[in-house]
């Protein structure tokens, strides 16, 4: 059984498409960012860094109980535990190159974006176009190398395509003030419509739909998610 802490954002949104698409046994576990459960002990003894996805594999190697955080490395481990979803095994190279290109560039540059056009005090308009420019190169990156291609590596659907589609299904707001976020890329808008057809993704984005996550912007909420702003508590 994979137990998956979870909360509905990008990251954890790959990670619930994965699951969906492969059938593999889980339980969610919510874990309200926006409260601080991020920060409490007994999920820093699941991720370190005090971030979500994360799982715990109750039948890891050796059949014993094994986590794993950072999305990338969960989608990793659990097609290499299905045997799913890894493409051809020439196309393994290619494979980590995308992933990783995702989760150390256009990952976290959209991420920024957002936060910088949604939450950052004003005054801040050079880090505002700063993230925005370097998401839409991302894009462009991306654009590019999708042209004529149904997938994001090799001729079938991988990890790959999933980590992509958990980023791009936020275009709206990485590309704030665009009436259609995807025009300037449409090998991406092709790309997505594809994939956001596929059944899975509608079970996916309905994974946590029952539990209520915190929703105000407060005080606690910033603290909680933004604690490097405020000074360490005496």
Known sequence: MI????????NPAKVSLFLEESGLPYEIV???TSKGEQHTPAFIKINPNAKVPAIVDTDGPGGRE?????????????ADKTGQFLGAPEDRPELLSWLFFIASGLGPFSGQAVHFQFAAP????YARNRYRREAERHYK????HLAGRAFVVGSEYTIADMSLWGWI????????????????????AKWFAKIDARPAVARARAVGSDHAFKQERDEVALR???PSNYPPAA
């Open 169 to 188: 299904d936020r275009a709206s707001r990485v590309m704030k003030g665009e009436s259609d976020p995807l025009a300037a890329y449409p090998n991406i």
């Open 224 to 226: 909680a998610l933004f």
């Open 3 to 10: 137990r998956f802490y979870f909360h509905p954002t990008p």
């Open 30 to 32: 919510p874990v309200d």
């Open 141 to 144: 990156v991306v654009d590019d």
């Open 122 to 125: 004003e005054g801040m308009d």
């Open 66 to 78: 094994a986590r794993v955080f950072d999305s990338s490395a969960v989608l990793l481990y659990l």
